[in-house]
Structures are given as C-alpha cells and as structure tokens.
C-alpha cells in the first residue's frame, strides 16, 4: 500500500523550517527519502532502517517512529535550493519500495 | 562511476503501438526497478527485476512487460499503447530491491 505524505504542499520563506510526514498502514522496515526537481530524476537523500535512528546531512533530518509506522522529514533554515517535490519510499526484504504522492515545497526568497 | 542511463530520453507513438525503453544500471548493481510517474499518480511501482528474474511486479496491466539481461541492463515493454500512457518512465538501479535507488533521466513517452 502506498504511504500517505502531509503535506501535499508547502510554501515557505527562506530561511523557515518544514517538516514533512510519511505514514504507513504497514509495518515499516524501512524508509527512505527522495528529493526531485523539476524535470530531473528523484535524488536521495538518505534513509532510515528499522530501529528508530535519526539521520540527517547538513540541514535536512528525518526520524522514524517504527511504532506509529510514520517517519518525518525535517529541513532546518530552508534553502533556495530545497525547492523540489520530496517523496518518502516505504518497503522491506523483498518487496521493493512503494513511494508516496509527494510533497511539493517552494522556497521563496 | 557511471550513473543510470535510460534510452531514448524522449518518445512520440500513437495508440496502439507498442514500445520498448532501455536502462543500464550503475556498475555493479543487479537489481533494476521501473516505474512509471505522472502528475495525478506520482511514482507508481512497475516492476523489479535482480539477476534476469521478475521478483517484484505492481499493479498494472499485462501490457507492461519487461526483462533483464546477463549483464544486468534491463528493458520494458508496452504493448497496444493508450493514451493513458503517457509519461515519465523512470528506472532505478540499486545493489538489493530494498537497498538506496539510483533514477536515471527518465524516457519520457507520449502517446497520441
């Protein structure tokens, strides 16, 4: 089943923080998080195995609460160039990865 | 290291054509996965294939079809196209279906 993102859009200011959820109707054995821009191939970003460790690379963070079977996107004092539509991908062993719908963001100067 | 290559990257056919797209993966990474996004649907998962065997396949009809080679490039299928069909189709290649996937550009196909 495909995982639910909130929200579906965002617009914000330079410099303001966003978080992004991802929710599962499924247990979780990993997640992972994908930026893509405009007429570009999704990037990872990083992901997040089962054991509920934070990860994060520069400003961006996330957190998976295996529990509650969501994990959360975290961009600290965005960026111009966090603009983009971020995509969680939910899955384990062998059943590959199933994304959500996508969170749009634009960054505004 | 040379990253995911798709081709072509643009493709024009009318209905009820059929066509094939191409991927190569990174070196060294055996499992390949297509996808197919559009606007109203996102990323929705084709199929994926580790070491020339179909492991994983979702929820679309039998017109897609794929296949994957002894060197790990693998192809896919779209037979009788509809106008439905229309998108951007994406493959990925990683070490394990469940591992980091690298996209390639993407073919982007219209069906007219």
């Known amino acids: 089943q495909q995982p639910v993102q909130s929200p579906q859009a965002v617009i914000l200011r330079e410099g303001e923080d966003a978080v992004i959820n991802c929710s599962s109707s499924k247990a979780l054995y990993s997640v992972h998080w994908y930026r893509q821009k405009h007429g570009e191939a999704p990037v990872f970003l990083m992901i997040l195995l089962k054991g509920g460790e934070q990860k994060g690379h520069e400003k961006i963070s996330a957190s998976f609460n295996e529990k509650k079977q969501q994990s959360s996107l975290y961009l600290t004092a965005s960026q111009l160039s966090y603009s983009g539509t971020y995509f969680c991908?939910?899955?384990?062993?062998?059943?590959?990865?199933?994304f959500g719908k996508g969170t749009h963001l634009i960054i505004q100067p | 290291k040379a990253g995911v290559t798709q081709t072509p990257r643009y493709l024009i056919k009318t209905r009820g054509q059929q066509v094939t797209l191409s991927c190569s993966p990174i070196?060294?990474?055996?499992?390949v996965s297509w996808y197919q996004q559009t606007p109203g649907q996102g990323l929705q998962f084709l199929f994926e294939y580790f070491s020339e065997t179909q492991r994983n396949k979702g929820n679309f009809p039998g017109r897609f079809s794929g296949r994957q080679f002894s060197n790990s490039r693998s192809e896919m299928n779209v037979s009788t196209l509809e106008l439905g069909d229309s998108a951007l189709y994406l493959c990925a290649s990683s070490h394990r279906a469940a591992d980091t996937q690298y996209f390639g550009p993407g073919t982007r196909l219209t069906v007219l």
């Open positions: 070196s060294g990474h055996r499992s």
């Open positions: 991908g939910t899955g384990g062993g062998a059943d590959g990865l199933t």
